[in-house]
């Protein structure tokens, strides 16, 4: 059982958090899976909302980061600061005004990623003597054939890879929140209904 679930090694403090807060795990996870289904039913709506939404970060980002070069300006990192921001926001108002091209880059970096990282649980699960080496490979073999499939239906993979991944993290999120809300509600429960330890006044531990 996972430590968070040991009421044992709980504080009273810890256990009445849980016990009026676990509702609002259940309502959370609950939410973002809904929001999960929602991306996966509407994948193009929902890789189009993450990409203005990466898009608007970036941007934010660059111009706090001019910002601060501005604030501090005199000290020997200002060209550089000021430029990092610059380019971070340039990169963030290119992805805001065309994320059709945005969500296209973003899915070749993301083939990529796939690529390198299945080498890498390939190479490892290989060299590796340790029990789990055959989960690694079979990781390695299911990314390299994710990243291989992203890159060969690009640029049409664009349209679908980044919402479909953002809304399966959603919803094994929200089943995750909900699972916990519901397995802390029932722990608190069972836990209450044991009897409290009797506890012998001074007198009677002499006897």
């Known amino acids: 059982m996972p430590a ?3 009421l044992t090694v709980l504080t009273v403090d810890e256990r009445d958090f849980l016990r009026r807060s676990w509702g609002w795990f259940v309502a959370l996870g609950v939410l973002l899976a809904m929001l999960g289904i929602a991306g996966l039913v509407f994948v193009g709506l929902a890789t189009l909302l993450t990409v203005l939404v990466i898009g608007w970060l970036f941007l934010v980002a660059g111009i706090a ?3 601060h070069a501005i604030l501090r300006k005199g000290w020997s990192g200002f060209w ?3 430029l990092s921001g610059a380019v971070t926001a340039l990169v963030g108002l290119l992805i805001v005004l065309r994320p059709d091209t945005g969500a296209s880059v973003l899915t070749v ?3 990529i990623i796939f690529l390198v990282g299945g080498t890498f649980r390939l ?3 290989m060299m590796s003597k340790n029990p789990y080496a055959g989960w690694f490979l079979l990781h390695g073999i299911l990314a390299l054939i994710l990243g291989v499939l992203i890159l060969i239906d690009w640029p049409v993979s664009s349209a679908w890879v980044i919402g479909t991944l953002i809304s399966i993290d959603l919803l094994f999120n929200g089943l995750r929140l909900i699972s916990f809300g519901l397995a802390v509600k029932s722990l608190l429960r069972s836990s ?3 009897p409290a330890p ?3 006044p ?3 531990l002499s006897r």
């Open 4 to 6: 968070l679930l040991r």
């Open 192 to 194: 209450s209904d044991e």
């Open 80 to 82: 550089l600061d000021l």
């Open 202 to 204: 001074p007198g009677e």
């Open 109 to 111: 970096v993301i083939g």
């Open 198 to 200: 009797t506890v012998l």
């Open 123 to 125: 190479a490892t699960g």
């Open 65 to 67: 980061e001019i910002a």
